[in-house]
């Protein structure tokens, strides 16, 4: 059995990933499309607060609510390897990606769940 300074040091070891997600609507095809910090996690986030009924995307959770958690699936299409000298921070780094991601698959009105940035 580690000892708690083993699996603290394991912990620091822990590459954290980050990057761009979807969740895609099986039953529609409709997207949702963001970027996190802890991809590793985002999922049980968004399925927690969907499951809750707190989710803050009202088409999102409507559709959740009406045909279940069993006709969403998670999937990541981007992860996120910061450049050793950036000067930007991770947030917008991934800000930027994720409207990459965006413009591609246009995930807004009838094909998803995401709004326009004014």
């Known amino acids: ?43 049980n986030s968004l399925k927690a607060q969907l499951g809750n009924n707190n989710h803050m995307n ?6 959740w609510n009406e045909i279940g958690a069993d006709q969403f699936l998670f999937e990541i299409l981007a992860v996120h390897e910061p450049a050793e000298h950036a000067s930007s921070d991770l947030k917008t780094e991934l800000k930027q990606l994720e409207m990459m991601f965006r413009e591609e698959i246009m995930p807004y009105g009838d094909k998803g769940y995401n709004f326009h940035k004014k």
């Open 58 to 63: 009202q088409a999102l959770q409507q559709d």
């Open 1 to 43: 059995m580690a000892t708690q300074k083993e699996l603290k040091d394991a912990y620091k070891q822990m590459k954290i990933l980050s990057g761009v997600y979807q969740v895609r609507n099986l039953r529609n095809g409709k997207v949702l499309v963001g970027s996190t910090t802890t991809l590793g996690s985002i999922w």
